[in-house]
Structures are given as structure tokens and as C-alpha cells.
């Protein structure tokens, strides 16, 4: 029964797949729908794995989402900790370091959000092995009372066993919000 949805989308495919196959005469566009194809049919892998339990190809899948479980106050230099794990595919997220430690070599997607109380700051930055590649800022030192939040998401090519965390982007004091403050990453291919 489950199986029927993904088999549906399937027959999508299929049927999009020979539309690309027949009288496509552009090359740029045929080279282009391709792309989109390899995309929709990685897509239709996902929710026939996950939904329907077809096959096993979720096991050897690679995502995780952490939350900081607390309000914290992080001093520079000091790896943030996201202690409150959602999901953690593939086990590769360590929320006792904060770490995460890409299993192999491939393109991955990273999120970082946080959010900052009344008069404090946090600039988180995604640093691979010691290098900042990606960054926001979260600056709440204005007048008010309210709650402030930035985000921020990457696309990195990484080898096996980068480290790949969250810690403050300028060596400054930060302070978060529990629970609004999460890191999340997926292995794209």
C-alpha cells in the first residue's frame, strides 16, 4: 500500500523522462532538463525510502539536526554545542563536541540558525577544520526588549573526516537562546 504513492511517482518520471528522450533538439535545454531529471529521481529515491520502506537505501543516508538545549553564553574561540539532537542520520553529528565529521568525500548542505535575547550578540560562523566558510550575524545590542535572529546556509565540496562546526564568527562573546539556536546538514551526493 505504501509502495502505491512512490510507484506514482515513478510513472512520473518515466514519462518525463521520455518526453526529454524524444524530439528535444536544443542541446543547452536537453543538457538542462537532464540535470533536473538526476535531481527529481534522487528526490523520488528519497520519499520512496522513506515513506514506503521499498528499500534501504535511508540507512546509508547522512543528515542531522541539533538544537542547543539552553540558553548559553559562549566565549570566543569555543565550539557551540548543539546538545538537543533531532535527527542524526548516519551517527556522523557528535553532540558532546558539536562536531560534525563527514563520513566520505562529497557535496554537502549546512544550516545554522540562532537567536539572540535583548542587548547580546551572536555571530555564528560554519567553520571546516579551523577555516571559517560561511557566516551571520545576530546583533541585538540596540535598545529594546526584543528577540533577534539571523540564519545562514552553505554548500561545501568536503573530503572524509572534515569537522565541520558552529562557533562564533569574529572571537567575540556570544550569547543564544536555546532551542531556536540549531545546526543541521545533509549529504547531497
Keep these: 500500500m505504501k509502495c502505491t504513492y512512490s510507484k506514482g511517482l515513478l510513472w512520473l518520471l518515466f514519462y518525463v523522462c521520455a518526453a526529454v528522450h524524444g524530439d528535444c533538439n536544443k542541446g543547452i535545454t536537453k543538457i538542462l532538463i537532464k540535470d533536473q531529471l538526476k535531481t527529481l529521481e534522487k ?13 534501504s537505501k535511508l540507512e546509508t543516508s547522512v543528515a542531522f539536526h541539533a538544537e542547543i538545549g539552553s540558553n548559553r553564553i559562549y566565549k570566543g574561540g569555543s565550539v557551540w554545542v548543539f546538545d538537543k539532537v533531532v535527527t542524526n542520520l548516519g551517527n556522523a553529528y557528535n553532540p558532546a563536541t558539536g562536531k560534525f565529521t563527514t563520513p566520505g568525500k562529497g557535496v554537502y548542505l549546512f544550516n545554522w540558525y540562532t537567536l539572540s535575547g535583548p542587548g547580546s550578540v551572536s555571530h555564528a560562523g560554519l567553520y571546516v577544520n579551523g577555516k571559517m566558510k560561511g557566516r551571520q550575524a545576530s546583533n541585538n545590542k540596540g535598545e529594546g526588549t526584543r528577540n533577534i535572529t539571523a540564519g545562514s546556509s552553505i554548500v561545501l565540496a568536503l573530503e572524509k573526516g572534515d569537522l565541520v562546526y558552529v562557533m562564533d564568527a569574529h572571537g567575540s562573546t556570544s550569547s543564544v537562546i536555546g532551542t531556536w539556536t540549531a545546526f543541521g546538514g545533509i549529504q547531497l551526493s
Design 43 to 55: 528526490s523520488v529515491n528519497m520519499v520512496v525510502d522513506a515513506s514506503s520502506g521499498c528499500n
